[in-house]
Each structure stands twice: as structure tokens, then as C-alpha cells.
């Protein structure tokens, strides 16, 4: 029997697009429900998607627990700290995980409730006409439908067809955030975001890591610069980085993965313990779309939207990963509200060009804006300034001296076009240079800012300031 219940609002998706958008479409007065699949490990209806459940938060947290137990092993005695036959137990770290990840999930619980947003578990498909047909995971089948329909089904990993994931030795993010026991050797196929955080916990805790990435370059997204002082940093951690690397195949034999790939030398050999495919993500769009919807998918498989993430069918929206722009959270989380404002008549806006990107490494990289390499492509003039962590008092004073902050300015208007930053605690520094691109601030708006003393921000001033040759702390 289907029954049928109508929304002014129909969210398909409860990441940090989906649910943000219902929880803001409810604040506007609209009768609003969000429909997900997403199960935890307990088998029950879990809401906030990939980034709550297997993604951002989860790796956040077994980084944090890897880096303190890091600290103790490695970095405390310069501190004058020591610990005898410190050790780490895998069960718990990943347990304090998944108390984090609960918190967090009955968190959006919480507030569904709070603002009468109608949480619906099930699998979600968009009919003509606005129409959600649902299927359970009993196996009934329901549909809803709304005013509007926005979709925001995220991403999944990309599985490689000679690597397939069983989730034992060969895993996705999912599976690296739950091993047992620390990998003896653990393999990483993919240099990215994923490859590089996930790679990054289990050498702290002991594992052997080789990341193979098929591309020749480092971090090709990032700027040049950073690129290569971050590269140089996890050198010496220890995290063997192969570039030009492909993988061919990986077969499980006697307990243990046994990769073939082919790199400028030619074929090469690889046995590990685990393997960690991270080779990117794809839009999670299918079995979405019955036919007659009008919704368009790309050839990428991402639902195809204009400037304010309309697909051009009459009501429907779609958010986050599973359109175009960078697959992040918070992206995908302004793209949210600003749907749910248009449809409440409001303003609503992203801007792309500001959006801050931030790998959660040791250091940390985080960006705003256009790299070097891309304003040379496109023969914009400009001009730069840096400045190492390594000539800033609270970064020796912190011992974590590695990296640096590059800010890039047009070399005319002065304007700012992109910041570049390498090192500690880089992740919340970033903003600041995102606030003054939002405002189109010049480097010399920020040369002109007082930032506080001692601070790691201090770096941000300094390298404004050597955009026009007049560092204070280094010679220019």
C-alpha cells in the first residue's frame, strides 16, 4: 500500500548539505522532510552522511588520538617529557571514534526534532512531478512529495575494477577509520586529501606506509610552492611517496595484498598487510532518477545545476557533491542555505572562488583562491610574498616550525588572489585571508591588519608585507 504525504520542501540526503538545507528550510516556516540511507555501525538510520559517519569528523578524530600519541613517542622530549614503554590501544582510539561519530549523529537527531524537520530512513528515487518514492529498509515502499526537492546525495569512493574493496584487506575511507590493529605495512593508492590524512594516522602509530599516486606531480591542486614544503615534511616523517606510480593489480594471497604496478622504471612489486584505495570520489546519483524528471546528469555522473543550483526542472535543486565544484563539506553546507533561502524568497549566494580547502595533515595545507601555476595558465599579473613559521616566535616556541604562508596579489590592483598556507594549526588561519577575498581586500589591507604577538598568524602579516618587499622579520 503507498501512501503519499506532501512537504513544501523534500531533502534527499542528510550530509552536511542535506541536512543543514532542511534544518534551514524549517527555520524559514517550511514544512520540510529529509530522506536518507545512510545505516551505522549498529545497523540503525544514521544521519549526516558520509562527513559525520565515515569522513570528516571520524578522521579528525583517530588524527588527533594518532598525533598525541605521535607527540608522546616523538616530539615531547625536546619539552623535557618522557614516558616509559608508552603503547596505544587501536580498540580504544577507534572507540573513542565511534563515541564521537554517535554524539554527532544524535546531534542532527536532536535538532530535526527541534526545528520539525520529518526524518525519513530509507532509499530515495525522484519521480516527475516532485514525487520521492522510498524504499525502506524493510523493503516497503513510500512516497512523499514536495513543493521543492533539493538533492544532495553526496559522493562515494571510486572503486578501481582490479582493486575491488572487500573490506577486509582491500578498504575505502570507511575501512581505514576501523582497522583492529595497526597494519604492518599498510598501502595507499592515491596522494589526495584521503590518502594523505588516513596514510598519516597509522604511520604515527607504527605502520609501514608506501602511497602510490599515478600522477607525476605532488599535490597538483595545491600550489607548487606548498606543495613542495609539505611533500619535504612527510618525507621525513617517514611516508614513502611514490609519483608516476600505477597500479595494475592487487591480489590477496596468504593474508597479505600483492600490488603489480608500472612507474618510470617500468613494473614494479608491492606486498602489503592493507590497502587503502583513495582514489577520488564520484557523484552518488545512482538509481536517483526515474525516467521523465528533467533532471540532466553530466558525464561524470553529478546532476547538472546553474549558478544557484537549479537543475532547470520546475522545484528541484541539488547541492554538494553530487554537483559541480569541490567535493567538501562546507561547501556543500552554504550551498544548502543558499537553496533553502531562494526558495523561501530570500537572497542566496556561494561563492566558489572563496571556498577554503584544508588537508588535515601534519602539517596542515590549507588554501584560498588561485595557485601560481593557475594565474600564469591564464596570464593574470602578480605578484608574491612568503614567509616561513620558522621565523615566528610562538611557532619555535610551539616547536612546529615547519612551513609557510605565501599570499598572492594582483600585480597592478594589489587586490588578493590567492593564499597559500603550510603548518601548524593552518586550518583556522585560513579564514582570515577568506574574509579579506570576500571583501576584495589588497595584500596591503592585511599588511595593514595588527595581528597580535606571539602568534602563528603573525606568518599571514609577514607574508602580506613581502608582496611589496617590506618583510619585517626577514630580508626581502
Not at 152 to 167: M, Q, R, W, Y
Not at 210 to 226: R, S, V
Not at 248 to 260: D, P, Q
Amino acid at each position: 500500500m503507498m501512501s503519499e504525504q506532501h512537504y513544501d520542501v523534500v531533502v534527499i540526503g542528510a550530509g552536511p548539505a542535506g541536512y543543514v538545507a532542511a534544518i534551514r528550510a524549517a527555520q524559514l516556516g517550511l514544512k520540510t522532510a529529509c530522506v536518507d540511507a545512510f545505516v551505522g555501525k549498529d545497523g540503525k538510520p544514521a544521519l549526516g552522511g558520509t562527513c559525520l559517519n565515515v569522513g570528516c569528523i571520524p578522521s579528525k578524530a583517530l588524527l588527533d588520538s594518532s598525533k598525541q600519541f605521535h607527540n608522546l613517542t616523538h616530539n615531547f622530549a625536546v619539552h623535557g617529557i618522557s614516558a616509559a614503554n608508552p603503547s596505544i590501544d587501536v580498540g580504544a582510539m577507534v572507540g573513542r571514534k565511534d563515541k564521537i561519530v554517535k554524539q554527532f549523529t544524535g546531534g542532527i537527531t536532536s535538532l530535526f526534532k527541534a526545528n520539525k524537520v520529518t526524518p525519513i530512513a530509507g532509499f530515495a528515487t525522484l519521480k516527475p512531478g516532485r514525487v520521492v518514492s522510498i524504499k525502506g529498509h524493510d523493503g516497503s515502499v513510500s512516497e512523499v512529495s514536495g513543493t521543492n526537492v533539493i538533492i544532495a546525495t553526496g559522493s562515494v569512493p571510486i572503486e578501481l575494477p582490479f582493486a575491488k574493496f572487500d573490506n577486509k584487506f582491500i578498504v575505502d575511507n570507511a575501512g581505514a577509520l576501523d582497522f583492529d590493529a595497526t597494519p604492518g605495512r599498510l598501502g595507499v593508492i592515491g596522494a589526495g586529501v584521503i590518502g594523505l590524512e588516513l596514510g598519516s594516522v597509522w604511520k604515527r602509530l607504527g605502520s609501514e606506509v608506501t602511497i602510490l599516486e599515478a600522477l607525476p606531480d605532488f599535490l597538483a591542486a595545491a600550489d607548487a610552492d606548498i606543495a613542495k614544503a609539505a611533500a619535504r615534511e612527510f618525507k621525513k616523517q617517514g611516508l614513502d611517496i611514490r609519483l608516476g606510480a600505477k597500479l595494475g593489480k592487487a591480489e590477496i594471497r596468504n593474508n597479505e595484498v600483492h600490488l603489480t604496478y608500472s612507474d618510470a622504471k617500468g613494473e614494479q612489486n608491492l606486498v602489503v598487510d592493507r590497502l587503502l584505495v583513495a582514489v577520488g570520489r564520484r557523484a552518488a546519483t545512482n538509481g536517483l532518477l526515474a525516467e521523465g524528471t528533467g533532471v540532466q546528469l553530466d558525464e561524470r555522473g553529478r546532476v547538472v545545476v546553474d549558478d544557484h543550483c537549479h537543475t532547470g526542472a520546475d522545484g528541484v535543486w541539488a547541492v554538494g557533491d553530487c554537483v559541480r565544484g569541490p567535493m567538501l563539506a562546507h561547501k556543500g553546507s552554504e550551498e544548502g542555505i543558499a537553496v533553502a533561502e531562494l526558495i523561501a524568497g530570500r537572497a542566496g549566494h556561494v561563492n566558489l572562488d572563496t571556498v577554503p580547502w584544508v588537508i588535515y595533515t601534519e602539517p596542515e595545507l590549507a588554501w584560498v583562491g588561485k595557485t601560481e601555476e593557475q594565474l600564469k595558465a591564464e596570464g593574470v599579473p602578480y605578484r608574491t610574498g612568503s614567509f616561513p613559521f620558522a621565523a615566528i616566535g610562538r611557532a619555535v616556541a610551539m616547536n612546529e616550525t615547519a612551513g609557510m604562508v605565501k599570499v598572492i596579489a594582483h600585480a597592478e590592483t594589489d587586490r588578493l588572489l590567492g593564499v597559500h598556507m603550510v603548518g601548524a594549526c593552518v586550518s583556522e588561519m585560513i579564514h582570515e585571508a577568506v574574509v579579506a577575498m570576500e571583501f576584495k581586500g589588497s595584500a596591503e589591507d592585511l599588511a595593514r591588519i595588527c595581528h597580535a604577538h606571539p602568534t602563528l598568524s603573525e606568518a599571514v602579516h609577514e607574508a602580506a608585507l613581502a608582496v611589496d618587499k617590506r618583510a619585517i622579520h626577514k630580508a626581502n
